[in-house]
């Protein structure tokens, strides 16, 4: 008896249900042709799955799965990292946010020594005095802020009997070697005064200076200007 014959045998109860409940491919044609809920009507139940063989492997715990505590730690190092970072990220904001106000407003300068003034070059004076007595004539020049390395020549021209006759011309000259400061002194007889003198200074071969007369007066080349401080006067610190 074929298979579709055994199943229609228990349909018109020739064929005991229990013979097709026990037989796997029996029950899953009967079941494809009739449906499960009519095979229960009719008494078939369905067949039991045999276990699976072979060990089972267990991890120990009588088959109790212990969530592990390893997989949180670094969800919370993690999350300490990212709090971290939204703190101190807007704290560095605001650092900076705040110093650059500062900056624009008043200047670094007035609180950290971010810039320094260099010392001021003392400027070139040229000044003469005269004095006679008993028919001698004394010079003295003096020379202040004399470049060091630069160098210095005085030319003079003495004159006596009201200019008319000169008594002598020459030259004197040196170079300045950590001395911004130097006199120099002349005398010479005066037979038939008055007396009259023209001294010029010159620096590197270029006129800087002049005194003459009989009194004390000096007359620079450049322009006098008074000097500032530049680091007073910007105090802001340009990034460029």
Known sequence: MDDSERI??????????SEISGDVALYSMAERIYGREALEAMGVEPPVAPPESGLKVTNGNGGVVIPSSEISVPIEQTTMKKSRRRVLLPFIMFLLLAISSFNVAFGLGTVFPVCEDEVPIQELEFSSSAQLQNNTLF???????????????????????????????????????????????????IENPPYSYLSTLYEDGVVVAFSNGSGDSI??????????SYCE????????
């Open 139 to 189: 010079i003295v020049w003096k020379m202040t802020g004399l470049n060091n390395g630069s160098s210095y020549t005085i030319e003079w021209q003495i004159s006596e009997n009201g200019s008319s006759d000169i008594v002598d011309s020459d030259i004197s000259t040196w170079v300045s070697h950590d001395d911004p400061v130097r006199f120099d002194n002349r005398n010479w007889y």
């Open 8 to 17: 229609k045998g228990v349909l018109d109860g020739s064929i005991d249900p």
């Open 233 to 240: 006067m910007n105090t802001r610190l340009i990034w460029t």
């Open 219 to 228: 007359s620079a080349l450049s322009d006098e200007f008074n000097q500032t």
